[in-house]
């Protein structure tokens, strides 16, 4: 399966600041949404607390996290992201694409509405 990348805004809960925009890696094996540190600051987004995360590469690494409004295909929801290395590349987690009902054609390689969100 190719890669699939989208422009995602991403805001303070309040909406007090100017937001971050950039594509974002659409990663269904990734749970959090993750972005450079930095842009994550001047978006007004504040850290919340530090977790244990594994990269693709299975190196174990602490990041602080935080919770920002995440804005992609018209759909709006609150997530927990990840203050990132400055040169990472930004990535929208599984959570983000669930919680909007969004999800990834296996066969396009695109994301897709889902008709209902499922609650079986």
């Known amino acids: 399966m190719g890669l699939t990348h989208i422009t995602v805004s ?18 269904t094996g990734a749970i959090d949404c993750l972005a450079p540190a930095s842009a994550l600051r001047a978006a007004g987004i504040g850290v919340e607390g530090k977790d244990v995360y594994e ?9 602080p996290y935080g919770f920002a409004r995440i804005t992609f295909m018209g759909s709006e929801t609150v997530t927990q992201i990840i203050f990132g ?3 990472c590349e930004p990535i929208l987690g ?3 694409l669930e919680n909007t009902g969004i999800g990834v054609d296996p066969v396009s390689r695109g994301l897709k509405r889902m008709s209902a969100k499922p609650l079986k």
């Not at 303070?12 to 659409?26: A, I, M, R, T």
């Open 10 to 27: 991403v805001t303070n809960l309040s909406k007090s600041q100017p937001s971050y925009e950039s594509e974002f890696l659409v990663d």
């Open 85 to 87: 290395p400055e040169e």
């Open 94 to 96: 599984v959570v983000a």
């Open 55 to 63: 990269l693709a590469n299975g190196e174990i690494v602490e990041y």
